[in-house]
């Protein structure tokens, strides 16, 4: 079934109705792990949607998701293409932020229990967090048409954050008439909420630097205290997508369409279908991106009380801010020819390489941070693009570690003490809602963090910059 190219790549050859052939990033101990489950199931599926380009990609990270593996990389044709809610994900603009700061240990040790504190208090986490920060629904919807730009004039940030998002922060084309009543509803609070489930907030040291050079750019040193979000577009894009997959599984039955896997539903990119949900998934990366903004403006307020100085004073600059789940058009040369793609990645990350116009001013001669979190008491990693992901993934790069075990079987089979007991050995400060349910994001549910970075940079399609262990960890 799969066969390996080199020491990192595997490759399900094309058969069948198969339209490309599925490429495997990962290590020979990754790749095994993953047939014993529908990945490459999923994957090979996939690989049957029509218009699909070059190949099917699967990150290191990958496991099963709806339909489309988590860790799946697709580009479609943007001319006869086609875009599915499925290959995106639930999820919409689930992405990473990463904050420095100028303090080291030292500075934080005496102050970490009350930051913790103060970080729990001011970033609402857990199922059906809110917050009211007096937004109403023309807030709500400026903010998901005008993304960071917007909410930073009313005071949440700084304008320098703008240029270190991803997309500036503002994903063009959003258009609140394709979102539906219950979406605006679910959204209207939850600007400035974690969330619950592999949603974090972390304060980390970097714990190593591999690429000096590189870390000089990003301003990355050896000690240093950062912080850690990862959260997304919350109830807002989560019934987004379930609204579109309805809308796209009737789209299926009235044209006919079979598919291998029903949880794939597509609609041909010129569809007034796939037209409204790329408005409203526009409209939800938007929401994602605020979102992550106004809880960086909480968490630059809780140092500021914490330590008695201004943010800026404590060098809270925003390294960058990354998106998973999202298709995004752009450019890419294949096999020799340049063609406009919708890229769709389902917990994957962009990783684009130096020069490319999308990296910001700052960082396009090293390439574009990829911002990579562990499981929960385990190493995260900075990485950066390289000119080899453009070649082979569509300038993308892996999201995570990757799940190894279902929410429902870590809980069932991770004793919630023992999860605890490991944090507390690693002296890491844990603030969490439900401790009955902390074993869901454990380390043993999930893939050892090193092996699948280990695998993207040893298949040269990221750089690894820094290694980053966790000292305080907040969680819905």
Sequence with gaps: MIKRIHDFLWE????????????????????????????????????????IIKHMLVMPDGHEGYGFPVGGVAAFDAENGIISPGAIGFDINCGMRLIKTNLGMKDLKPHLGELMDRLFANVPSGVGSKVNLNFTQTDLERIVTEGVDYIVKKGFGIDEDIERIEENGTMKGADTSSVSPMAKKRGLHEVGTLGAGNHFLEVQRVEKIFD?????????????????????????GHQICSDYLKVLSDYQKRKGI????????????????????????????????????????????????VFGKSADVLGMELLYDVAHNIAKLEE?????????????????????APGRKEVPNLYREVGQPVIIPGSMGTASYVLAGREEAMKETFGSSCHGSGRLMSRHAA????????????????????????????????????KNVDDVVGSIASAGISNIVARLVPVGVAKG
């Design 411 to 446: 809980i069932r089979e991770i004793p919630a003490s023992k999860t605890l007991g490991d944090l507390k050995s690693k002296g890491v400060e844990l603030r969490v809602r439900n401790k009955s349910l902390i074993s869901e994001e454990a380390e043993w549910a999930y």
């Design 12 to 51: 399900v050859e094309r058969e069948g109705d198969m339209n490309v052939p599925v490429h495997l990033y990962a290590s020979k101990a990754i790749a095994e792990n993953m047939q014993k489950d529908r990945t490459l199931q999923q994957a090979i599926n996939a690989a049957k949607l029509p218009s």
């Design 212 to 236: 000096a050079r590189i870390a000089k750019v990003f301003g990355l040193e050896e000690g240093q205290i950062v912080v850690m979000l990862h959260s997304g577009s919350r109830g807002y």
């Design 258 to 305: 079979t598919l291998a896997d029903p949880e794939l539903a597509y609609a041909e990119v010129n569809s007034k279908e796939a037209q409204d949900y790329l408005k409203a998934m526009s409209a939800a990366v938007n929401f994602a991106f605020v979102n992550r903004q106004v809880m960086t403006n909480s968490i630059r307020k809780s140092f500021e009380s």
């Design 332 to 352: 890419h040369d294949v096999d020799g020819k340049r063609m406009k793609l919708y890229v769709h990645r389902k917990g994957a990350t962009r990783a684009f």
